[in-house]
């Protein structure tokens, strides 16, 4: 029975370092869409939520407008519509290197996940998750909050931004 076992373990070794090794050649950008896929279905049930390979020109041109920033639809990992006839004009766009939101009433804003120290969900209801503020918490001491986009589990992006941290920065997750 032991060498079954031994048999065994050598395949599953040698299959991990297979794995390891294919996961190291995908691309980084690919890794991150790849990170927005596995959360897509959880971010919101009401707004539609987009891989970049999904958004239609007109969202596209819409949000890219909306934004104050030069952003490269290349660089796109996801982009959350939150508008209710799904025209692109609001909502949350995450790029290789920063999340950008717009709102309904606000200004655009942006924030490079490198320059997050941390990030919180703060809010009283917990049992609505939508309802809640995502908080900021940058490396230069300010701190950034973004509360009016509902329908949108706060958690999950939290989640999400924290990991597509730790993919650009694999030594500050260990």
Known sequence: MGAFFDALLAVAKATAE????????????????????????????????????????????????????????????????????????????????????????????????????SMKVIGKNKANDSDRSLVFILKDGDQNVWNDSYAVNKTVVCNLINALIALDNPEQAE
């Not at 707004?47 to 290349?74: C, H, R």
């Open 18 to 117: 297979t794995v390891a090794e294919v996961v190291d050649s995908v691309p980084l950008h690919d890794k991150k869409v790849g990170l927005f896929i596995l959360n897509k279905d959880q971010i919101s049930d009401i707004y539609q939520v987009l891989t970049p390979s999904e958004m239609s020109g007109k969202q596209w041109q819409n949000i890219s407008a909306k934004l104050e920033y030069s952003v490269s639809f290349d660089t796109v990992i996801g982009f959350v519509d939150s508008t209710i006839f799904h025209n692109g004009k609001n909502g949350y766009l995450f790029t290789d290197d920063a999340v950008y939101y717009q709102g309904i009433l606000s200004e655009p804003e942006m924030i490079r996940y490198k320059d997050i120290k």
